[in-house]
């Protein structure tokens, strides 16, 4: 399979899971508990099937473009996958009108996009 073909598989699995996140968001703010989440399954498994898109079509990436984990930024990649992983339970655990979840996803996201970009480690 071509770069492109995992580029776009990885793409479809972080929106796949960034959209579940956000609705999980979206339902906390809004005062919503797990027990009152009427779609909350539906959620869950895009989330699962996102995150397993992205981890899979990652390595094909990696793979493809010639990387290996002698490198470092790999390394913290993997570990903003485990946290992005955890992220509905750090929303469900936080005062449900927070909005500092929220910052502090769309901040790790951010970071690893320039990991990524940047292979600064």
Same mark, same amino acid.
């Given at each position: 399979?071509s /770069?492109?073909? /995992?580029?776009?598989?990885? %793409?479809s699995? +972080?929106?796949?899971?960034?959209? *579940?996140l956000?609705?999980?968001?979206s339902h #906390?703010?809004?005062?919503? *508990?797990k027990? @009152? %989440?009427k @779609? #909350?399954? $539906? $959620? *869950?498994?895009?989330?699962g099937v996102g995150?397993?898109l992205s981890?899979?079509?990652g390595f094909?990436?990696?793979?493809k473009?010639?990387?290996? %984990?002698?490198?470092?930024? &790999? /390394? !913290?990649? !993997?570990? +903003?996958?485990? +946290?992005?992983?955890?992220?509905?339970? !750090?929303?469900?655990?936080? @005062? &449900?009108?927070s909005?500092? &979840?929220l910052?502090?996803?769309?901040?790790?996201?951010?970071?690893?996009?320039?990991?990524?970009?940047?292979?600064? +480690?």
């Open positions: 399979m /770069y492109t073909f /995992y580029k776009i598989l990885h %793409f699995g +972080i929106f796949l899971m960034l959209m *579940s956000g609705a999980v968001a #906390r703010l809004q005062g919503g *508990s027990e @009152n %989440f @779609n #909350r399954k $539906f $959620f *869950s498994a895009f989330h995150l397993l981890f899979l079509a094909g990436l990696m793979a473009g010639g990387f290996h %984990f002698t490198m470092g930024w &790999p /390394y !913290i990649k !993997i570990l +903003i996958w485990l +946290i992005l992983g955890m992220y509905p339970v !750090i929303f469900y655990k936080q @005062n &449900p009108t909005k500092m &979840p910052l502090a996803l769309m901040a790790l996201v951010l970071f690893a996009i320039l990991t990524v970009e940047y292979k600064f +480690i």
